[in-house]
DNA sequence: ACTTTTTTGTACCATTTCGCATTAAATTCC
DNA sequence: GGAATTTAATGCGAAATGGTACAAAAAAGT
């Protein structure tokens, strides 16, 4: 009873893909694939109008387990939240880092973007982070910090893309490349609330376009 | 039984604030005033997470009363809505109307948008648009429809700016008064989104006035 | 004074909600 | 095969929720 972590400890944890060999009976679900599932859900319908119930069966996980594997209802919400901005940055690292001329890296990410918001078969899903955490974020600490994390990661990533830019000369001199970087900000903002109120993506694509037009050439 | 409208039908309608002699036993509330309450506590919480009885308590009213007096939830939800758009509303068509200089008109038009989101004792209360209204805006077509009138209405508004300016002689040759008020609208919620995220009111003015930099010097 | 009308206040109901206790099942270790 | 261990499945229970029935109260009309 030293050891008392869920996985071995040590070796397995470095490349452990297969045959953990646990001692119980083992779980009629898959994790990741679950908590893709609660993702789902909390994004369309929000932290008070996800019922446990729902999660269940869209999880196919009862209630027992559910509250096993991930906790209670907030913390469900949490690390559907923690997994929904990592898939996001995931999406959008690479293509932050690539070394392309500006007008096609922000071109890039708001397809992603758009991809993002619009997929999902009842309806465009929206953004987490607007839609539902944003919410959140007034009463809950936490989810606040995470939030705000969030906003201020996706600032300086774009606050790169421009100083980047500037240096190659893409932009004038006097261009600001933060208040570009709040504007490439805004404009994710705008179609994540617009998808929200199915905008579209016709429309959506005009407003990106229009922006990036502005924010290439901005004195 | 003939006339069965709850206000007298004519006369008082154009100038009655007093006294229309009502029949039945008086009300204890204002409606004016409770719907004002329900629209803080919608804008807080959501639509899920506002109970009846939190509304009731807020308000003073009972539930039957409450019922009585709005319809179920939903009724007072958009009830709500539409107080929170014309108030928006009102506090910012005599600066799109009015006849200033483009920086001055949109300056004013910011703090007072920040004014509405920061405003409120437990915590800045963002956006109803943002915040609740395009969450339900996915399954509910009716709050759809009032989100989707809500942001035209604004993106025109800011457009009429932006052409007007540019007649003027405001704005350069290539400008494009419409792409500029996608911009303008995205800054709006930008703010209304960060303001929910307890983001001081100094950081949002900072990218306010970026903002309006970036499109008052546009191209 | 009595009826009518409108609102209030209490109480209730059916349903849903979250969380957990308990038992049954499936697997590994000895 | 049996003990130990981990999970699944059923279902309970206390609280909260949205909505309403019903009687008491407060005003105006007659």
Redesign the interface.
């Known amino acids: 009873m030293v050891q008392k972590s869920k996985r071995p400890p040590s070796a397995a944890r470095i490349a452990a893909p297969v045959a953990p060999k646990r001692r119980g009976r083992p779980r009629a679900y898959e994790p990741d694939v679950a908590l893709g599932k609660a993702l789902d859900l909390f994004r369309?319908?929000?932290?008070?109008?996800t019922s446990l119930d729902d999660l269940s069966a869209a999880t196919g996980m009862n209630r027992p387990s559910l509250y096993g594997a991930f906790g209670d209802k907030r913390e469900l919400y949490i690390k559907s939240y923690q997994r929904y901005r990592d898939d996001a940055r995931a999406a959008m690292v690479d293509i932050f880092r690539a070394d392309a001329p500006l007008r096609e890296r922000l071109e890039r990410i708001y397809r992603i973007a758009l991809d993002i918001y619009l997929s999902g078969e009842s309806?465009?899903?929206?953004c987490f982070?607007?839609?539902?955490a944003?919410?959140e974020?007034?009463?809950d600490p936490d989810i606040?910090n995470m939030?705000?994390e969030g906003?201020t990661e996706l600032d300086k990533a774009f606050g790169i893309c421009f100083r980047h830019a500037k240096e190659r000369g893409e932009l004038p001199e006097g261009a600001?490349p933060?208040?570009?970087a709040?504007?490439a900000?805004?404009?994710i903002?705008?179609i994540a609330?617009?998808a929200?109120?199915?905008?579209p993506r016709r429309e959506l694509e005009a407003?990106v376009n229009?922006?990036i037009?502005?924010m290439c050439?901005?004195?």
């Open positions: 369309r319908d929000g932290f008070a109008a309806g465009p899903r929206g982070t607007v839609m539902t944003a919410s974020a007034v009463s606040r939030v705000v906003l600001d933060a208040s570009l709040h504007l900000s805004a404009t903002h705008t609330i617009r929200r109120a199915r905008v407003i229009g922006a037009d502005l050439r901005a004195k």
